[in-house]
């Protein structure tokens, strides 16, 4: 066992949690030079430890009916999106952001299904489907936020294009697309890098459950090379959301980026 469960423990991580408060506030890592995202370190602590006691009581029971196993991946699913949507936009349009999740995570799940490479069992479906998950809002938060972010800084530029007698997607996508891609690049370091620079979580549990370096080794590639194609499918998902303006902000209208009817 890597690290026992006792009051140790619970003694490091409360630290470990105010250390990371504290720096943020200190620092003022937030946006808008507040103490926001020290508060948001906080409550993401706490609800870390809540709901990993609930998964950890949860998991034992679910994994042993394919229907209640299947309503958990869709509660996974479910809070993907909210998580993801609210991250990219505050208006009625974050629930868009299930698009580029599902486009990712469900053809490459049924794949494995299909092939028996992965059991329709909890111990396995729950832990594969969670990091493809994982993996996918990661994508489409940053893949969301930089195109978003990108149509507002070069002002003018959408309706330049426009006026010129560009479609008001096309206009949109040649601004957003040059910043989008950069949401694969956390995916990109970590594959390029596994084994020099970090053993990540699913090799080093495979070898904690008891498998071969060899057979960790292949569970690992497996999840990293399946989490580029997943990110590839959300980007370029979220990246033609943005361009038909199905997934905006409220300053778009404001701005006149939203392209009237022609963006619905």
């Keep these: 066992m890597l690290l026992p469960v006792n009051a140790t423990l619970g003694v490091v991580l409360a630290v470990l949690l105010m250390v990371a408060v504290a720096v943020a506030a200190y620092a003022r890592l937030s946006p808008d030079d507040s103490r926001i995202r020290a508060r948001e370190i906080a409550v993401a602590g706490v609800r870390a430890t809540v709901q990993l006691a609930a998964v950890s009581l949860l998991i034992g029971w679910v994994v042993r009916s394919v229907p209640l196993l299947l309503a958990f991946v869709v509660l996974m699913f479910s809070v993907a999106v909210r998580t993801a949507g609210r991250r990219i936009t505050d208006n009625s349009t974050w629930w868009w952001a299930a698009a580029p999740i599902a486009a990712g995570v469900v053809p490459v799940v049924v794949a494995l299904l299909l092939t028996g490479l992965v059991p329709l069992k909890g111990i396995a479906l729950i832990p594969i489907t969670g990091i493809l998950i994982g993996g996918a809002l990661t994508a489409t938060v940053l893949g969301g936020r930089r195109a978003l972010d990108e149509l507002h800084t070069p002002r003018g530029e959408v309706e330049a294009a426009m006026a010129l007698g560009m479609p008001h997607a096309a206009a949109r996508l040649a601004n957003a697309r040059p910043a989008a891609p950069d949401a694969l690049l956390p995916g990109l ?53 943005v361009a038909r303006a199905k997934l905006h902000r409220d300053d778009d209208t404001r701005e006149g980026l939203s392209g009237g009817s022609d963006g619905v």
Excluded: E, N, W, Y
């Design 189 to 241: 370091d970590q594959t390029r890098t596994v084994g020099l620079v970090t053993l990540p979580g699913a090799f080093v549990g495979m070898l904690l459950g008891g498998a071969s370096p060899v057979q960790a080794g292949a569970v690992q590639l497996f999840v990293l090379v399946a989490l580029l194609a997943v990110q590839a499918v959300a980007v370029a998902v979220v990246l033609d959301l």
